[in-house]
């Protein structure tokens, strides 16, 4: 009789972790709509963006669980002001960016941290790759970040998206770069 709307998916582990669901609800993307048919270099992400992503990132990574569930409001709002971007460019934006992956480096090594993190970046990943609108960029986005298109593809294909993550966290070219 009535629509109601399907209820957020939860994972079973962070249902009890107010700080695994707090970073979840911060790094939420929603369609990119209107950017559907622009080629990578003109999706969005202007150096206000990136700014938003450096704090956001590096507030999660240098704070404690406790200190961040006290600023869980302000890292909402953050993620606010970056819910336009597309998945790839908040994950280039990023890995371009010598002290960001250094960051999520600690990010990786607190599972909360990382949970949280995954949880509100996979749903976006999914979400574009079922539209067919994340395999377009995938050269571009290597391009951009100097990584062999054949390593990150493997990814794409299986949507392992936290794999893709981590081997960008650890790939040893993004480590070397100054």
Not at 81 to 88: K, R, V
Not at 121 to 137: F, H, I, R, S, V
Request: glycine share 4%; net charge negative; hydrophobic share 40%.
């Amino acid at each position: 009789m009535f629509n109601t709307p399907e209820p957020p998916y939860i994972c079973i582990e962070e249902m009890n972790s107010p700080l695994g669901f707090a970073l979840a609800s911060i790094i939420k993307f929603p369609p990119p709509g209107n950017q559907d048919d622009k080629p990578y270099s003109e999706l969005i992400c202007s150096e206000q963006d990136v700014a938003f992503i450096f704090e956001l990132i590096t507030l999660i990574a240098d704070n404690n669980k406790f200190t961040l569930l006290l600023k869980r409001g302000h890292l909402k709002q953050l993620g606010a002001q970056i819910n336009h971007l597309h998945p790839l460019k908040f994950l280039a934006a990023i890995f371009k960016n010598p002290r960001l992956r250094s960051c999520m480096n600690e990010i990786e090594n607190d599972f909360f941290k990382w949970s949280g993190f995954m949880e509100g970046l996979a749903p976006n990943l999914t979400k574009e790759a079922d539209k067919g609108k994340l395999e377009q960029y995938l050269q571009d986005f290597c391009t951009d970040l100097k990584v062999p298109t054949d390593h990150i593809k493997k990814y794409f294909q299986n949507r392992n998206w936290e794999a893709m993550v981590r081997y960008l966290v650890n790939h040893p070219f993004l480590k070397e770069e100054v």
